[in-house]
C-alpha cells in the first residue's frame, strides 16, 4: 500500500495484517474506521484517499447547502 508493507500499516494503524491483505485483495471492503486511520496515517482526506475530487462549487459551499439545492 504506496509503499508500505502489509505489516507496517497493520502496526501503524492497529488493524491486522490479514484484515490489510482482505481490504487489498479486494475480498472484504474495509469499514469507514479503517479509511479515517489509513487516511490519518498518509496525512490526506478521506476523499483525497479514494481518489475522489471534490467539485469547484462544492468546496465554496457547506456541505448542507449542496443538500438543500438537490444534490446527493
Partial sequence: MNGY???ALAEATGISQ????????????PPIEF???LA????????EL???DMPAEMSK??????KRKGGK
Fill in 35 to 37: 479509511c479515517i486511520r
Fill in 18 to 29: 490479514q484484515k490489510i491483505s482482505y481490504y487489498e485483495s479486494g475480498k472484504h471492503s
Fill in 5 to 7: 508493507s502489509q505489516s
Fill in 50 to 52: 479514494v481518489g475522489r
Fill in 40 to 47: 490519518d496515517f498518509y496525512g490526506v482526506t478521506l476523499d
Fill in 61 to 66: 459551499t457547506d456541505p448542507g447547502e449542496h
